[in-house]
């Protein structure tokens, strides 16, 4: 803790997350050559994964430990429920204020 140096920044405005951009836009979690240093949050380049979540800064975090640390562990992957077509058709009933039936949906 001693030798920590931690620099705050002024975070993008809120509008940027929707800007359309590209592959490279935004820097690697751990940059190439670096070995002591690993960004994290919202604004890092992320695979496999959306940002504007909690899990996704949480996730960026725990790659760059991995990463610096040469931890042999792989981050968990996203929650594959996003894709299950239950669970999208639950998301659209509730978007449409339909209440949900007593009938259990697995």
Do not use: W
């Amino acid at each position: 803790m001693a030798n920590t140096i931690v620099r705050t920044a002024y975070m993008p405005y809120i509008t940027s997350m929707f800007m359309p951009r590209a592959k490279g836009d935004r820097p690697e979690i751990v940059p190439d050559g670096c070995v002591n240093m690993g960004l994290v949050g919202q604004f890092v380049e992320t695979h496999n994964d959306v940002v504007f979540t909690m899990e996704s800064s949480v996730r960026t975090a725990r790659v760059a430990v991995y990463e610096l640390l040469n931890v042999q562990k792989q981050v968990p992957d996203i929650n594959p429920l996003q894709y299950d077509i239950r669970q999208l058709l639950k998301a659209a009933n509730t978007l449409n204020d339909v209440k949900v039936s007593s009938a259990k949906v697995y």
